[in-house]
């Protein structure tokens, strides 16, 4: 889709309008002030210019200066980069001007026009940046005259030969819909809720990847952030059985965890969720292939200490590249930046097997959104991929009524692992069970599941307590 584009500079802008802007339109930018309007404009502009192209950036409300100084802040190579300054001047309100016959907007529009017909005719650029359009309806007399304006100018900069991209502050005092109906294209900005985000309502003669995406403005101007679409990603893999590496988990699941396929390990804070898919994957890193931890509750350094403490060598995987541990800071990253993190282990680093550890820190960066859906795409997104995902969920009982999530998700499972605390002659143990494998069948019975310094131990089916589910187990007494 990308043939015949004009790159925009951002890539997962690129990725929204499948291969960037259709030569020869003139698209809307708008969105209130600091939402990255003139950045969007400028990742535009030095593109083209890095590309051999002929650029203008027209400026009516920043001084050009001052255009270029925030521009170099944010790294941007101005080279190339022709710049026309039509904002007002500092003598413009030293001068006292009276306008007996014409309206101001009448004397103003016709300097204003001359210079902007000189340039464009003089540099025939390629691609054009108006910042801002809003300032040309007080060159105009009213809002007939100002549609007519602008329809005419946009229609000479496209008739020679450039791509035009134009802002606006949209307000209740000035709306801007008449500009989005000009226009070839709209792409909105907005920043609330401590949040920004991105969307495209208007783009002809192409589709295009509609729905919020997540944007952040650094040091290094916009990144553009794609909501996950699963179901346009995937790849060929051999569905084979990953084991865990411990005869008795192998024999619950019937030899194992599918590969493609989502498994919830469910149980209460310390009962050893998070050891049980560290088991999984030391025994992938066996087999040479990479995994993924991204904690978002517990420290990285924690986490290591406590693995090698029971004899899960994952010093020794980091090492060797088999295996990744990301602490994620959950109020960081919105759900399409967690997306993208993960996209990159999977697709550039071949990432086999990535445990989400836990599904509530991960709730923490949905931020008030629909937890389900996100993490429904992104499950979705590893399953078509060939990743065996592993999802952490904590429940918040440790006795009473069994529940196996608390959020909603148990759907997307194929294979549910439970880990449950007991008390037993007055000592707390922990016991494993499979509440659910589509891709086999399953051991129907609990087995007791020990965490030692050697390693995770687990025993025989617990055929002879009753009750097990609720943490209070009775022994049933044999039969005469």
Known sequence: MSENRLFSGISGLNQLLYGGYIPGRAYLIRGGPGTGKTTLG?????????????????????????????????????????????????????????????????????????????????????????????????????????RKQVLSFLRFLVEQGATVLFTSESSKEAPDNDLQFMSDGVINLNFSNNQRTLWVSKFRGSDFQDGHHAIRLTSKGMQVFPRLMPQVYGQSFTAETISSGIPEIDELLHGGIERGTITIISGPSG????????????????????????????????????????????????????????????????????????????EQKQARIVMIDSVSGYRLSVRGEDLISHIHSLSKYLQNMGVAVLLINEVETITGDFRVTEVGISYLADTIVFLRYLEMQGE???????????????????????????????????????????????????KP
């Open 271 to 346: 009962v050893g969720k998070s050891t049980l898919g560290l088991q999984f994957m030391k025994e992938a890193a066996g087999r040479g292939e990479r995994s993924v931890i991204y904690t978002f509750e517990e420290r990285k350094e924690t986490l290591l200490h406590r693995a090698e403490g029971i004899n899960i060598a994952v010093q020794a995987m980091q090492e060797r590249g088999t295996l990744s541990v990301i602490q994620v800071e959950p109020l960081y990253y919105t759900p399409d930046e967690f997306a993208n993190l993960v996209r990159q282990e999977v």
């Open 42 to 146: 400028m990742h535009f502009l030095t593109t083209g210019a890095a590309n051999g192209e002929s650029v203008l950036f027209i400026t009516l409300a920043e001084t050009a200066a001052q255009v270029q100084k925030n521009a170099a802040g944010l790294g941007f190579n101005l080279q190339g980069i022709n710049f026309l300054d039509l904002s007002p001047t500092p003598e413009f309100f030293a001068q006292v001007e009276t306008y007996d016959i014409f309206s101001p907007a009448e004397v103003e529009r016709e300097p204003t026009t001359r210079q902007i017909v000189e340039q464009v005719e003089a540099l025939k650029p390629q691609r054009i940046f108006i910042d801002s359009m809003t300032q040309f309806r007080y060159l105009a007399t009213d809002t007939f005259q100002f």
């Open 428 to 478: 707390l143990r922990r016991a494993i069970g499979v509440l659910k494998k589509r891709m086999s069948d399953f051991e129907k019975t609990l087995r007791e599941f020990e965490i030692s310094r050697y390693g995770i131990k687990v025993g025989k089916p617990l055929t002879q307590l009753r009750g097990v589910l609720t943490g209070l187990p009775d022994f049933i007494k044999d």
